[in-house]
């Protein structure tokens, strides 16, 4: 593996752990989930815009035929997606819902055998099931019981769906379009929905904490600008499969930072329920697909 390219995917993994513990941060110091999510896209979609217009780069506008196909994975990869873990981060903690968005690879390998008819081998399908009995660990560890689990879970879990969609859709797009450019697209499609939490934006601003106001600009600047940057130059110096792997450390970085930051700690059963998912996950990437293929 390029060893620049290792070394970005790294630094992209651990800012994209971070944001859920800066989530919380704004989220308690004063910002309501619809106010964090627009300021942090606004910030994106600023910065996305210098860059496209920057003298010397060379940013191709979308095709006709491709602009409903980006609108659409904008909406589902970054509309519903941001709305869903944010304001499902209003009743969990930072550390269950990384957790929850690291079990996505499940959910892709799921779209990956029924729409993609990839097949799976005895072992794939048991680190699937095994993957979702962790994802119904970490659910019930929000709770006490399997019927009080929190609603936050559900929304980071359609999240998980979402974003599995969108990793899965945009492959056809990248053939076409650079990361960064293909980046850009989804990101200022991704906003316009989120124009509808604009009244009292400002005054949110103005009463939030002080650091509050620093997380939610960490946030819009790191995690949902420069860490996509840099995960899409990492991609373009090396193969996906390569780098991809550093994803599953997203999960424990989520925990970790929570743990500094806010003092803030999932539930044990939770915290085994997310070393079971990844496990499953880990399971049927190393080895389900290759005996589904018969190699």
């Not at 994209?16 to 627009?38: P, Q």
């Not at 959910?107 to 994802?135: M, N, P």
């Not at 056809?172 to 939490?197: C, Q, R």
């Not at 999960?251 to 743990?259: Q, S």
Request: overall charge positive.
């Amino acid at each position: 593996m390029n060893k620049k390219a290792l070394i970005l995917a790294a630094i992209t993994v651990f800012i994209w752990g971070s944001s859920f513990a800066s989530i919380s941060a704004s989220l308690h110091g004063g910002y309501s989930a619809g106010h964090l999510i627009l300021f942090r896209f606004i910030i994106a979609s600023v910065i996305f815009a210098v860059i496209a217009f920057w003298p010397g780069i060379s940013f191709q506008l979308p095709k006709k035929e491709d602009l409903f196909k980006i609108a659409l994975l904008g909406w589902i990869g970054i509309s519903l997606y941001h709305i869903c873990v944010t304001f499902g981060q209003l009743t969990i903690t930072a550390g269950t819902a990384g957790m929850l968005i690291g079990s996505a690879p499940i959910f892709t390998t799921v779209i990956a055998v029924l729409v993609l008819k990839e097949r799976l081998g005895t072992i794939g399908w048991f680190g699937l099931v095994f993957g979702f009995v962790g994802i119904l660990l970490i659910g019930i560890g929000t709770g006490d019981s399997l019927f009080n689990i929190s609603p936050g879970v559900f929304l980071v879990i359609i999240a998980a769906i979402a974003t599995s969609i969108f990793f899965v859709y945009q492959k056809s797009l990248l053939i076409k379009y650079n990361p960064i450019e293909l980046t850009a697209y989804f990101t200022w499609a991704g906003t316009i929905p989120f124009l509808v939490f604009a009244p009292g934006l400002l005054d949110d601003i103005g009463h939030a904490t002080l650091e509050a106001n620093l997380a939610s600009i960490y946030i819009g600047v790191f995690p949902t600008a420069i860490a996509y940057l840099m995960w899409a130059i990492a991609l373009s110096m090396s193969k996906a499969s390569s780098i991809s792997s550093l994803l599953y450390a997203e999960p424990v970085i989520a925990i970790v930072v929570a743990w500094l930051w806010l003092g803030e700690l999932p539930a044990i059963l939770s915290i085994v329920g997310g070393f079971i998912a990844i496990l499953g996950v880990l399971i049927v990437h190393l080895y389900g697909k290759r005996r589904g293929t018969g190699s």
